[in-house]
Each structure stands twice: as structure tokens, then as C-alpha cells.
């Protein structure tokens, strides 16, 4: 049974950090590239960041560079998202994804997996 489970969620100050992490079971997770999504209310799910299957290419969208880090532990089965510099506008909740094809796709619809999401709300 594939499972995705997000944790590391919270609320936090503008300008403040915290490390996301998603826990992978149920799949070969080295051979499945590695996504964070996130998704405010009233909007589309959107891209934060994508990591490769030995975790030596990342991707990332505009509004995540220079303050998201993603990372990859292939002996835990693990993916985490580092977010620094806090801002309102990243309070959403945060997906990890899973997707065998290739490249760094930056599409949901490309992924194959999804976790049930954690909140992270940035607000003083």
C-alpha cells in the first residue's frame, strides 16, 4: 500500500522557518522523483519544488528559489522541505508527491502519488 505522510506543519512568524518532512512507504521511493505542491484556499495547486531520483538535480518555482531547500534521504525513504524567510503568501497546505516518469515535472497531474497535506500558515 503506498503512503505519503507530511509532517512538520504550523503556524510561524513572518520571516520564520520550518522544515517539512514527508515519510514514503509501499514503492521503491529511489526510483520515483520526489515533489513538494502546495495549495492556498480558492487556489490551484501550485509547485514549490521537485528533487531527482538520487537527489543530485532539483527544481524549483520562482516564488520558492533562494528560501526553499528540498532534500532526499533514499536509506529513510524520506523527502524534506527546508523553508526559510517565511512569508503570508506561502501559507497554503504543503503535498508531497511521487512520479516515476522523467524529468522534474512541475504539473500535478504528472505525479502518481499524493500525501494527505500539512498546513503551514505564516502569520504574527
Known amino acids: 500500500q503506498v503512503q505519503l505522510l507530511e509532517s512538520g506543519g504550523g503556524l510561524v512568524q513572518p520571516g520564520g522557518s520550518l522544515r517539512l518532512s514527508c515519510a514514503a512507504s509501499g514503492f521503491t521511493f529511489s526510483t520515483y522523483v520526489m515533489g513538494w505542491f502546495r495549495q492556498a484556499p480558492g487556489k490551484e495547486r501550485e509547485f514549490v519544488a521537485a528533487?531527482?531520483?538520487?537527489?543530485?538535480?532539483?527544481n524549483y518555482a520562482d516564488s520558492a528559489k533562494g528560501r526553499f531547500t528540498i532534500s532526499r534521504d533514499n536509506i529513510k525513504n524520506t523527502v524534506d522541505l527546508q523553508m526559510n524567510s517565511l512569508k503570508p503568501e506561502d501559507t497554503a497546505v504543503y503535498y508531497c508527491?511521487?512520479?516515476?516518469?522523467?524529468?522534474?515535472?512541475?504539473?500535478?497531474?504528472?505525479?502518481?502519488?499524493w500525501g494527505q497535506g500539512t498546513q503551514v500558515t505564516v502569520s504574527s
Open positions: 528533487i531527482s531520483r538520487g537527489g543530485g538535480s532539483t
Open positions: 508527491a511521487a512520479d516515476q516518469t522523467i524529468g522534474l515535472p512541475v504539473t500535478p497531474r504528472r505525479y502518481d502519488y
